[in-house]
Nanobody, 128 residues
Framework: QVQLVESGGGLVQPGGSLRLSCVGS????????IGWFRQGPGKEREGVSF????????YYIDSVKGRFTMSRDNAENAVYLEMNRLKPEDTALYYC?????????????????????WGRGTQVTVSS
């Protein structure tokens, strides 16, 4: 059974940092396309950051470029999202998602329909 388990969320002040983790079981994360989505209150789920199956490229939405960094640790079967200079608009439930299928188009990376494996999410709240 495939499981993705996120952790690391919490309450942080604007300008602060958090590091999210996603650990996989039943699936080798070094052989999948994987990334992070988020869903804020009253908003649609949006793609945040994705790593290609070859691990040669990482994509980010414009609003987090320069602030968020995604990384993989194949030995730990985990991926991470380092989030710096957090803003109130980053408040959301953050999900880890993966697919073993090949993803070719940039729009596909950011589409929830592309991913068949999902974690349950970890809450990030940015507030003073």
């Amino acid at each position: 059974q495939v499981q993705l388990v996120e952790s690391g969320g919490g309450l942080v002040q604007p300008g602060g940092s958090l590091r999210l983790s996603c650990v996989g079981s039943g699936l080798s994360l070094d052989s999948v396309t994987i990334g992070w989505f988020r869903q804020g209150p009253g908003k649609e789920r949006e793609g945040v950051s994705f790593s290609t199956i070859s691990q040669s490229d990482t994509y980010y939405i414009d609003s987090v470029k320069g602030r968020f960094t995604m990384s993989r640790d194949n030995a730990e079967n985990a991926v991470y999202l380092e989030m710096n200079r957090l803003k109130p608009e980053d408040t959301a439930l953050y999900y880890c998602a993966a697919t073993s299928g090949r993803v070719l188009l940039r729009d596909q990376f950011f589409s929830p329909a592309t991913y068949g494996y999902w974690g349950r999410g970890t809450q990030v709240t940015v507030s003073s």
